[in-house]
């Protein structure tokens, strides 16, 4: 396993694993606790493992938690998704760069997204399987999502939105979201 540093989202890794393919399928290892701490992170930072199952089309995001903020490793194990970071963090030397990658079960790579990062994307495949290493537990108070079609942003999102959540059907553009965030910041 390769951790690369994602240059568009400064602390954002890309980590690629080694699949062993025989006629059985194939193995991979698609955690280790050496190739994380290898980059500078904390391995047993991570709390809670989380799972989606999407259909092609399905568009979960943009998310990002407010108070510190959240750190992710997210993986696509079956299927293909489009995957979109983008960079909160004002004192970031990215902030507001977007970042895409294509994750998918053939390659079975691990995103890590940073605390102060907005996290989404879209199944490409019939089913899409999203796994998620989050860093601390989840607070439905510190939620904030960001319109995925906010002209902000200009995300070109590869297939026309088939089903999304109310929340995120609802979701304010991203000035009004930071201003949320500084507002709960300040309280």
């Not at 989606?52 to 998310?63: D, I």
């Not at 995103?111 to 990062?117: E, F, H, K, V, W």
Request: a negative charge; hydrophobic letters at 35%.
């Amino acid at each position: 396993m390769k951790a690369t540093e994602v240059p568009a989202i400064a602390g954002a890794y890309l980590f690629e694993p080694t699949p062993y393919a025989d006629e059985r399928g194939f193995f991979c290892r698609t955690f280790d606790a050496d190739v994380v701490r290898s980059v500078g992170l904390d391995p047993g930072a991570f709390i809670q493992d989380s799972l989606s199952r999407s259909a092609r089309g399905v568009l979960r995001g943009l998310h990002l938690r407010s108070g510190a903020g959240e750190a992710k490793l997210v993986r696509c194990s079956y299927g293909r998704i489009f995957d979109v970071v983008v960079d909160l963090r004002p004192d970031s030397p990215t902030y507001r760069n977007r970042g895409f990658f294509e994750l998918s079960d053939e390659t079975q790579a691990t995103l890590y997204i940073p605390a102060g990062c907005a996290h989404g994307f879209q199944a490409l495949t019939e089913t899409a399987d999203t796994s998620y290493r989050i860093d601390r537990p989840h607070d439905p108070a510190e939620d904030v999502t960001i319109a995925f079609d906010d002209p902000e942003l200009a995300i070109a999102w590869p297939l026309p939105v088939t089903s999304m959540s109310e929340r995120d059907r609802k979701a304010p553009g991203l000035a009004e979201a930071l201003e949320q965030v500084l507002k709960r910041k300040e309280s």
